[in-house]
């Protein structure tokens, strides 16, 4: 029997801007109740950014981090994801400020600098919220986000190595399980591995099932059984390629991050209705879905009590 699905919701994000949906939650109150919905419908991974809660922009302060955190993690048993990642424009210490300040059991990291094309979305939207979303979305014409194998280094050993804090490995392309093998070889990077396989980002590996398979083959030959692996699709991409990562006996993640819709053309209304959607999907699959502490397990996390919140 396969072991049971675990479900990353991945709530806000630093990617869609305000004006895509109204239902992105922006403020620390709407991303603290997004996320223990979302907890409640079956999601055992949160993972977490903050926006300034005046305009929605994308912000690395701890302080906007710490209005919402310790709601979410005392009223849910969900693993506290940080972002390493952070948003466009910022610094490898400002996106890394507060999962430096929290220590959370997980956090996601970028194997690689990476083109991260979202101009083409600007060109969809006739009408902005808020002044500074369309010169943020066609800056990345020319943006380049960046994770050098010092950036990686430095993140393994002091949030990792001395923070416990164990990662989920984002890959956005073949060469990125690589890196991680690099990383592995060195011993920074330790199993049990969690690898994201992230498709449909513009920059990135495209979003369909024979690049799924090509991952997967390739992280078997890298990792053998050392590894677990979960997949976000962009977009439309999400459903249809996280059922297919759950057929080949992966993890999924959902969320308004990666896709503001729900089906073709309809805005999803919450990240919990995506995370009730995937669920019975897999339901119907006859597949069951993973607890927070059977994640704990299988991560090999150190514990919710470890965490400073």
């Not at 929605?56 to 710490?66: A, C, E, S, Y």
């Not at 009408?127 to 066609?138: G, N, V």
């Not at 956005?172 to 498709?199: C, E, N, S, W």
């Not at 699709?233 to 959902?254: D, F, K």
Request: proline share 5%.
């Amino acid at each position: 029997m396969r072991s049971p699905v675990i479900i990353t919701c991945a709530i806000t994000g630093s990617v869609h801007t305000p004006s895509m949906s109204k239902y992105l939650p922006i403020t620390p109150e709407q991303i603290a109740q997004q996320s223990m919905a979302a907890a409640r419908a079956g999601a055992s991974i949160l993972h977490l950014h903050a926006r300034d809660p005046e305009n929605g922009k994308p912000t690395h302060d701890p302080d906007v981090f710490l209005q919402f955190l310790p709601q979410i993690h005392e009223q849910t048993d969900a693993v506290i994801n940080l972002s390493t990642g952070g948003g466009q424009g910022m610094s490898v210490e400002q996106r890394t400020r507060a999962a430096r300040r929290v220590s959370p059991e997980l956090c996601s990291l970028n194997m690689g600098s990476m083109n991260f094309g979202l101009y083409p979305a600007a060109a969809r939207i006739s009408q902005w919220r808020y002044d500074w979303e369309k010169a943020f979305l066609e800056s990345t014409r020319n943006f380049i986000f960046k994770n050098t194998f010092e950036d990686i280094e430095d993140i393994l050993e002091n949030i990792g190595e001395r923070g416990g804090t164990r990662f989920e490995f984002e890959c956005y392309d073949i060469g990125h399980l690589y890196t991680l093998a690099h990383f592995v070889d060195r011993k920074f990077a330790k199993p049990p591995l969690f690898i994201q396989f992230v498709m449909g980002i513009l920059g990135g590996i495209g979003a369909d099932s024979e690049n799924l398979l090509y991952m997967i083959r390739t992280a078997d030959k890298l990792f053998g059984n050392d590894y677990l692996f979960s997949v976000l699709a962009a977009g439309r991409h999400q459903m249809p390629i996280a059922t297919t990562a759950a057929c080949s006996g992966g993890n999924v993640r959902v969320g308004l991050e990666d896709s503001v819709t729900i089906s073709a053309g309809k805005l999803a209304k919450s990240n919990a209705e995506q995370v009730v959607k995937i669920r019975e999907i897999l339901k119907q699959l006859s597949m069951t879905i993973a607890t927070p502490q059977q994640t704990r397990a299988r991560l090999g996390l150190k514990g919710k009590d470890q965490v400073n919140l």
